[in-house]
């Protein structure tokens, strides 16, 4: 069964809006939370991530935003951009320092 | 820097056939992995090392061997190549508890 889980494979947002990218997860251990973007023939570069003492992490455009309560992370895009258009891994750590990875959303920011 | 480097990029194998995926970092990182990415399921994480000597294995191990002579390198080898073992494989090495930092990925299918 999978620990960290991103319901949605893609996501189409018009350029200007926001967009909001959801994970869960079901490990209450997890420590830390990451997001990863991944262009084509690309490896995964981290984009943004947050402790779990927090709530909140801003850094320019992207927000993230955990739930602890609820297991529920989402990352916020605003504005939108074209260049924003990859897919977006959400990934959890554990005591073990290792990283558990979501299936990814493809996001789609259309001109 | 070059970071983490993985060779080859692409691969086409028969069904049955060896080979050893590289990968290299030189940023002197005592912690390097391997992971699969697969439509909808995410990387997920075949073996991992903490350093050089050591290895342990991830959530999807089967039919794959590491070893770890050097700090900067960490091979994967498929014994007896499968169909099942067509994927997207993509290295990462860390430094501590900072984030990791991928490869761009070596395209391997089995015929």
């Known amino acids: 069964d999978q620990q960290v889980k991103q319901n949605s494979p893609s996501l189409s947002v018009q350029e200007g809006r926001i967009s909001i990218l959801n994970c869960d997860y079901t490990n209450s251990m997890f420590d830390y939370f990451l997001w990863y973007k991944k262009y084509p023939a690309e490896g995964p570069t981290f984009l943004i991530s947050i402790s779990s003492i927090k709530d909140k992490n801003e850094d320019g455009r992207f927000t993230v935003f955990l739930n602890k309560s609820a297991k529920h992370l989402s990352l916020h895009i605003v504005p939108s951009q074209p260049g924003d258009s990859a897919v977006y891994f959400c990934?959890?750590?554990?005591?073990?320092?290792?990283?558990?990875f979501g299936g990814g959303t493809r996001l789609m920011v259309k001109p | 820097n070059a970071g983490v480097t993985q060779t080859p990029k692409f691969q086409v194998l028969k069904t049955g056939q060896s080979m050893t995926l590289q990968c290299a970092q030189d940023m002197n990182h005592e912690y390097m992995s391997w992971y699969r990415q697969d439509p909808g399921m995410g990387l997920r994480l075949i073996h991992y090392s903490v350093g050089a000597g050591i290895t342990d294995q991830g959530e999807v191990p089967n039919g794959y061997n590491v070893s770890r002579s050097t700090t900067e390198d960490f091979p994967l080898r498929l014994l007896s190549a499968a169909p099942s073992q067509t994927s997207v494989y993509f290295c990462?090495?860390?430094?501590?508890?900072?984030?990791?930092?991928f490869g761009s990925g070596t395209r391997l299918t089995v015929v």
């Open positions: 990462a090495s860390r430094r501590g508890n900072y984030g990791y930092t």
């Open positions: 990934a959890a750590r554990d005591a073990g320092n290792m990283l558990t």
